[in-house]
């Protein structure tokens, strides 16, 4: 007997009561044109709203709608993988809660894989957020891959089709710091990109602040790139050539203030030059120091092997554990 193939939808959900039941019931409609099995797994980012209290009772209408409620918040890249893990389906389609993602661009993306794509990634264009969010990720993504030897497509989310092979070899790997679409990118395989308008929240204000954004934006940058490290080393290099050229330039002061008396030419006279000077390589230095720190906190935080994420309970899963490797 053939095997009956399963799409499962990953969301991770964070102070989204409001979209929640729009947002499942388009799901539903679009499902219902589908000629597939579907399982839509929502995860429970400890939301302190009533996501939780909501998703529950859509768990008991639809046995299809699935809950992992983690212990603690753990962020948006961990409660995704999150769902990874706990997904069944021959293909995993990952998308955000708040709408913006429209469930009715999911056959789109279905319609690649059929077509023997193993990544399906969307290119959102026209983003509806403000204009210091628009630069913040065109600069990031921009930076990210001239930095990065691993090319992450430009304006692509996490928003996209992964075929169960990318998933297994994503559950199988060890990193706590994440980031889905950088690991995306890395396992190569047979990859194509859909453009797909992006919308805006649906209702709500968006929790993902700056500073996150900033998190996120390092963690991608250090994961999947040694640059800065190389920066630390181009930075040394320039500072010692400006002291040679320093002293090249103070060897000939004093040489021509020996035969010229009076001094007529002076090179860093005073005070404010010295203390310049000192300001001047001391910031390099933490500079330096700082990125090398950067590096080893995810050295550390990677050697204490703790559990990706704690699972306080689940809703329509066969069995389950309280903690993801």
């Not at 429209?102 to 894989?113: A, H, M, S, T």
């Not at 990193?175 to 990859?191: D, N, S």
């Not at 002061?253 to 008396?261: A, D, G, M, S, V």
């Amino acid at each position: 007997m053939q095997h009956e193939k399963i799409i499962t939808v990953v969301i991770p959900t964070y102070k989204s009561e409001a979209n929640l039941p729009e947002l499942i019931r388009r799901l539903t409609d679009v499902f219902l044109k589908l000629p597939y099995k579907h399982e839509i797994v929502f995860v429970n980012d400890n939301s302190p709203d009533n996501s939780g209290a909501v998703l529950k009772a859509a768990c008991l209408k639809d046995i299809n709608v699935k809950l992992i409620s983690l212990s603690r918040n753990f962020g948006q890249q961990i409660a995704t993988s999150a769902g990874l893990k706990y997904a069944s389906g021959d293909a995993v389609i990952i998308m955000d809660d708040d709408l913006q993602d429209p469930p009715e661009f999911i056959p789109k993306l279905v319609d690649n894989w059929e077509q023997g794509n193993e990544v399906v990634y969307v290119i959102r264009k026209n983003r509806k957020e403000g204009l210091l969010k628009k630069i913040a990720y065109k600069l990031f993504y921009r930076i990210l891959s001239r930095l990065s030897p691993i090319k992450i497509p430009e304006d692509s989310g996490d928003f996209g089709l992964l075929d169960r092979k990318i998933v297994s070899i994503l559950n199988n790997m060890p990193e706590r710091l994440r980031l889905i679409r950088g690991l995306r990118a890395w396992v190569g395989f047979k990859q194509v990109g859909v453009e797909c308008e992006r919308a805006s929240r649906f209702k709500g204000a968006p929790s993902y602040d700056i500073w996150k954004m900033v998190e996120l934006s390092m963690n991608g940058i250090l994961a999947f790139t040694d640059a800065p490290l190389r920066l630390s080393s181009i930075l040394g290099l320039v500072v010692s050539s400006m002291a040679f050229v320093g002293m090249v330039l103070t060897v000939i002061q004093r040489f021509l203030t020996y035969f010229l008396p009076g001094n007529p030419i002076a090179v860093w006279p005073g005070f404010s030059t010295i203390v310049l000077a000192i300001l001047f390589l001391g910031g390099v230095q933490l500079i330096v120091i700082g990125i090398i720190g950067e590096y080893v906190g995810r050295i550390y935080n990677e050697v204490k092997q703790r559990p990706l994420f704690l699972v306080r309970e689940m809703m329509n899963f066969e069995g389950g554990t309280s903690e993801g490797k």
